[in-house]
């Protein structure tokens, strides 16, 4: 990933119950701020997602897009973008650190880039804004189930 925003997050939970909420796409209307819809439209042998297609309303970016993903076990998803139209770029992912005591440190890394013309600082701050919302909401649906 090129110039990218990270923020990192404690989830009182263990990193195999993070996972199974990050893999649950069709549950992000329900938890993630501005996903309006998120299908899975390819699986993976090991049943967890190749590729989802995402409606995603969140100001100032409204887009459709696909996402191509790649897992390894419950310690890191990584994701790029396939297609979308605002979007350009969207690459990121999820870091999962086991801290030993039942809880997971979770490090989100994005990269973003899109159609209109943004200076690169209105960039990061996007990114941050995208990355802490995602950053609680995912705790909060995990320490909720």
Do not use: C, H, N
């Amino acid at each position: 990933m090129a110039e990218q925003t990270s923020s990192s997050i404690t989830i009182d939970a263990p990193p195999a119950d993070v996972m199974a909420v990050i893999a649950d796409f069709e549950s992000y209307p329900e938890w993630a701020k501005g996903v309006q819809v998120a299908e899975v439209t390819e699986a993976g042998t090991d049943g967890r997602a190749e590729q989802v297609y995402f409606s995603l309303d969140v100001s100032p970016i409204k887009d459709e897009y696909t996402l191509a993903y790649d897992w390894d076990a419950d310690r890191e998803v990584t994701w790029t973008l396939v297609e979308g139209s605002m979007l350009k770029a969207l690459d990121g992912a999820y870091t999962l650190a086991d801290r030993g005591d039942g809880s997971t440190e979770v490090t989100y890394r994005l990269a973003l880039d899109v159609s209109i013309p943004l200076i690169g600082m209105l960039k990061r701050k996007g990114e941050k804004i995208l990355i802490d919302t995602a950053l609680k909401g995912l705790k909060k649906r995990v320490e909720s189930l």
